[in-house]
């Protein structure tokens, strides 16, 4: 790595993990869809420099063209209750938690550092017509058959699932109070079950 | 890498204009708000109801069902380039794969997900 | 291409083909029922819940009969390899996975209409699940594993929440879709990590990568360390692993039973059969395998922790459908130290992890069946009370639910019984004895809470003016259950057998 593909990293790694922060920690879901928005920029910005061009178009195209704006949409379905409140509940265990993952991952960064394997594996070097449309057709249709139509299946899935889940009836809004307070009890009693069976 | 740099350099100069743009508007605009201007403008008319309101789950399904049929194009587009040297293996494959979204297709038109008014 | 080639993916190809079939037969079907109506056999249930079984049996006979024919023959299967490997290892979970859907598909069929829930995109859902789960079974290679436990995952997310007017079924719906996601990217870290450190993404090439791995300064050993804990506690959120088992109950409770069934059958032996690909098939060997640098204390500490906890907290449980829950993760439990006890028990061992997974599938759909059953219309069985006194006035059902139980809790001369004592003794072949005491006393203790579900079938009566539940009418539930019940007793009483076949079957990954 020379310094300007140093520098060229430093600069995407930086707007993909703020963007992180920002849709971890942001009060305002839009504005995490935004933070988003720069990791998946940053990402694609990584991908190229791995040479991988194709996959740096698609993922700008797919990822921060359709799929950012899904979320967006999500986002205005579910309205102003999107707007996270100040959730006390479980506040210790939750810090416990950031501070035991964050530990672990430090731990295993510096025990990774520690054994000094900068280029972790004699990866064969790029041939020099890796990452275009034609390499990543030949590729996909000779060696990774079985993956590829595997995915067909995965998008088959995708659309079953969103017609069930999104069309059959919606949550009874009268209801939402009570069968709010009830969702986290242990038990469901009977009674509960047969109303909103019947709601 | 290096064919890159132009592009670079324009997202570079369209940050650095629409930034400049927008602080050079801001510091120099002239500031004179009063109450009537700041109510949200509707017409003229006074505003009535909510801020906010509440999208059909309709259009979140139509979105999803775009994305996954969006998917799929990008997945085609290299077959098409390499169409010819992948011969009938790569037909046969690509038959498949296609013939799975035409189900899914045919699926989602007849439960009536594509129709607005059901 | 050739024929060879099409016989080994048959299982696979069938069952994917007949969801096809049946989603356009859905799609131009006149059958839908609007949710108010009280006709139970006028929606689609009627048709695709027969349609999905024999779809999924289908694809079940076609494993057997790959098994019978001998998968190693058929020379054209090993060019989809690492992708899908077809072995013996593959058929046994390709039938006891179809198994599982069937049964689920039949219960479904009695399930949904009851409840007005009869909408047929369930059944292409399990369908395309299963086949994500076969996959996943098959798998020899991180891509196609990331691949088929996507696959199954949407699947389920989307059957959970399949009960939308229920905030229940809602919030179950999205608390496992987030955990799931979440372990599913843990996994996925994992393999890039792995990826990175041996420069291969088929099993059989990390293994021969890690073996021939020095460890110490300048080696890659740390990395593959952190990615095999990664894909460990990927897999642990799968199974339902104590600590990572917090989803379970909440979502298993408000998923519509079958669904819940599917979830605690199929997709829990999916993630086992990947959990032996991944620690048999790349981890077995460069120390990693060893005890006091590897893998197995990790899993025997999960295993421990996944028993002890899920028991205890089960006997505590008012809700039957949520004690199931927790004892699905007891079982999970149990598997986990059979899979301990392979690294040193050697193929025996796999093989009673195996015919473990078998027995709970068909002990774990009866008794969610059997609770299916106890609950109509507007009056689903979920709580101990709501059971007081059901074995009394319906003596079929209430024997049919005990049967399961009592295999559940390990009793002889059910397949539960035999499913324990051969993990238990591959764990003491493998000197294993406080993993198999302990498993052992976990065992008495869910005696309690399984026992307690009898106790209010026949020795209760029911609260003066509380509802009494009546059993629902469907010749589907009533046939998975018996198909559950001969295979709880064939397998208690001739136990060998399909214990030599699921040895057989555990020979060909090692």
Known sequence: MNKVELAYFGLCSLIALLGAVV??????????????????????????????????????????????????????????????????????????????????????????????????TALPAVPPQFGTIESIGHELFSTALVPFELSGALLLVAVIGAVAVARGKQVDPTLLPAADAKSSQTSAPTAGQTKEARS | MSTYVPLFLLFIVAAVLAGALFTISTVLGPKNPTPEKMIPYECGSETTGGRFVKPSVKFYLTAILFVVFDIEAVLIYPWTVEFKNLGWIGLATMGSFILMLVVALLYVWKKGALEWEK | MNSGLFLGLSPLLVVSLGGLLLMVAEAFSKRRVDETSDDRDAGPSSELSLGTAVTLLAGAVFAAAIWFVGPEK???????????????????????????????????????????????????????????????????????????????????????????????????????????????????????????????????????????????????????????????????????????????????????????????????????????????????????????????????????????????????????KRMLAYSSIAHAGYVLVGVVATMRAGGDAQGSVMFYLLTYTVSTVGAFGALILMGSRGAEAVSYEDLAGVGKRHPAAGFAFSLFLLSLAGVPPTAGFFGKLYIVKASIGAGLYPLAIILLLNSVISAYYYLRVMVYMYMREPAPGAPIAKPMRSGYVATALVVAGVLVLVLGLWPTTSLQIAVEAALATR
């Open chain 1, 23 to 120: 849709t971890v920690g942001a009060k305002n879901p839009i504005r995490g869809a935004m933070g988003l928005l720069s990791t998946i920029i940053g990402i694609a910005g990584l991908y190229l420099m791995l040479a991988a061009e194709f996959l740096a178009a698609i993922q700008l195209l797919v990822y921060a063209g359709a799929v950012v704006i899904l979320f967006l949409f999500v986002i205005m379905l579910l309205g102003p209750s999107a707007q996270s409140k100040r959730d006390a509940r479980g506040a210790v265990a939750r810090y416990v938690g950031a501070a035991a993952l964050l530990v672990s991952g430090l731990g295993a960064m510096a025990l990774v550092m520690r054994t000094k394997s900068v280029t972790p």
């Open chain 3, 74 to 320: 058929l020379e054209g299967a090993s060019s989809v390899a690492p992708w899908v490997i077809v072995d013996r290892f593959t058929l046994f979970f390709s039938f006891v996975l179809c198994l599982g859907g069937a049964l689920a598909a039949l219960l479904a069929g009695g399930y949904l209409p009851e409840h007005r829930l009869d909408r047929g995109e369930f059944y292409p859902l399990i369908i395309f699940s299963t086949v994500g789960a076969m996959i996943l079974a098959s798998a020899g290679d991180l891509l196609s594993l990331f691949l088929g436990l996507e696959t199954m995952s949407l699947g389920v997310y989307a059957m959970v929440g399949f009960r939308r007017a229920s905030l229940r079924s809602t919030e179950a719906a999205v608390k496992y879709f987030l955990l799931g996601s979440f372990a599913a990217a843990l996994l996925l870290y994992g393999g890039a990590l792995l990826y990175g450190a041996t420069g291969h993404t088929d099993l059989a090439g990390i293994r021969e990568a890690i073996a021939n791995m020095q460890p110490g300064k300048g080696s890659n050993f740390a990395l593959v360390i952190t990615a095999a804990v990664l894909i460990i506690v990927g897999l642990a959120f799968k199974v339902s692993a104590v600590p990572f088992h917090m989803w379970t109950p909440d979502a298993y409770e408000g998923a519509p039973t079958p669904t819940t069934t599917y979830m605690a059958v199929a997709v829990k032996c999916a993630a086992f059969a990947t959990m032996l690909r991944v620690l048999i098939g790349a981890f077995g060997e460069g120390g990693l395998e060893s005890w006091a640098a590897g893998w197995p204390p990790v899993v025997a500490l999960l295993a421990v922790l996944t028993m002890t906890v899920a028991n205890l907290v089960a006997g505590q449980q008012e809700s039957v």
